[in-house]
């Protein structure tokens, strides 16, 4: 038996034998619904396409109004599939309990969660660190988390079925030099995925945890605030992972038999081995 393609970056999701070939589509996908948070860049927007592609119905969330409605025309184009926008801030407890509470009934079986929503800002040692950063990190890596779990979890208890990907970081599990409390963050995120999902065990729900390392999207742009010089140089002398990288690692997770759940997992470049050892070619 061979892959005929990448089993993840394949049109077919085919695993191939050459005296008989046997295709395992991505009909498993086809009328479920993947609720996506961050979905208007970086990873969250790559598994907008991901799942789009497989078929599925998606929900989609960010901030940026204008950027949903593109994705939203875009995927509805590309690949006839239906995706419902919802414009809100994970931080605001409210604005999320109202996207959710109202969500129109036939999109409210939910099958996936992929709570993408985060970010970091600054880099600075802990006793220069702007307070207003921290805070923003944590109420968006952490509360908004939790807001959107708890707001979309009836859904999957009522139908006693649902996965619920947590992206983690590498940061969640190994401290850095000025890396203080986006990593408290992102420690927490590793411990509510463990706690979730043995809560969650007696209703049939899926967790996992993803924790990628560098990854080049917007992410550097934003913890530099806008310094792209900064930014750029976080990948020198690297071949990072991209976005589609991760959305490939998602799909295949929740791609699994129903009896099969990957709790945690760590992927990072090849060049990359943990938070401190890089291996960066001149």
Known sequence: ????????????????????????????????????????????????????????????????????????????????????????????????????????????????????????????????????????????????????????????????????VNMGSVAGKEVYEKGNVYCAGKFAVDAITKAMRIDLLKNNIKVTGIHPGAVETEFSVVRFKGDEVAAKAAYTGLTPLTASDIADTVFYCVNLPAHVCINDLVITCTQQAGTYYFYRKP
């Not at 994970?90 to 970010?119: M, S, T």
Request: overall charge neutral; aromatic content about 10%.
């Open 1 to 164: 038996m061979y892959f005929s393609e990448s089993p993840w970056r394949c049109g077919k999701f085919c695993f191939c034998q050459r005296q008989n070939v046997t295709s395992i589509s991505y009909f498993a996908f086809m009328n479920k619904i993947i609720l996506i948070t961050g979905a208007t860049s970086g990873i969250g927007k790559a598994c907008a396409t991901k799942f789009a592609a497989a078929k599925s119905d998606v929900i989609i969330t960010g901030r940026r109004n204008e950027r949903l409605d593109e994705l939203k025309a875009q995927l509805e184009n590309d690949y006839g599939i239906n995706v419902l926008p919802l414009c809100f801030d994970v931080q605001d407890r409210e604005a999320v309990n109202a996207a959710f509470a109202n969500l129109p009934a036939q999109w409210q079986k939910i099958d996936v969660l992929i709570n993408n929503a985060g970010l970091a800002i600054g880099r600075d040692s802990f006793e220069d660190a702007d307070m207003n950063d921290w805070e923003t990190m944590l109420n968006t890596n952490v509360h908004g988390l939790l807001y959107v779990s708890k707001a979309v979890l009836p859904y999957m208890l009522a139908q006693q079925k649902g996965h619920i």
